[in-house]
């Protein structure tokens, strides 16, 4: 079982930066891939990072690609998201999600087998 605490959320201007935190429990975090969605009323989870156990894979939708930059420290337990150049658009509830086993990055929401509670993350225009 792995439980995973998102921080770093908030009210930030259109063009400006945040860094997303995700710190999961366990000793088995470097064994997981780590992936980033969010959510807005109404619509369903997207993806918009993932990276694989070891950090050298990474995957990106075209949404954020250039924009949004996934990492991880397995000593830390931790996987960040750092979101640049953000826009009105990019407003949502931010989940941090775990998939066990190696492999290609995934990006679909069944795919992932644990779930943090979600940080908000609002852009002002």
């Known amino acids: 079982q792995v439980q995973l605490v998102e921080s770093g959320g908030g009210l930030v201007q259109a063009g400006g930066s945040l860094r997303l935190s995700c710190t999961a429990s366990?000793?088995?975090?470097?064994?997981?891939?780590m992936g980033w969605f969010r959510q807005t009323p109404g619509k369903e989870r997207e993806f918009v990072a993932g990276?694989?156990?070891?950090?050298?894979?990474?995957r990106y939708p075209d949404s954020v690609k250039g924009r949004f930059t996934i990492s991880r420290d397995n000593a830390k337990n931790t996987v960040y998201l750092q979101m640049n150049s953000l826009q009105p658009e990019d407003t949502a509830v931010y989940y941090c999600?775990?998939?066990?086993?190696?492999?290609?990055?995934?990006?679909?929401?069944?795919?992932?087998?644990?779930w943090g509670q979600g940080t908000q993350v609002t852009v002002s225009s």
């Open positions: 999600a775990a998939r066990r086993g190696s492999g290609v990055v995934k990006s679909l929401e069944y795919e992932y087998d644990y």
């Open positions: 366990g000793r088995t975090f470097s064994s997981y891939t």
């Open positions: 990276i694989s156990w070891s950090g050298v894979s990474t």
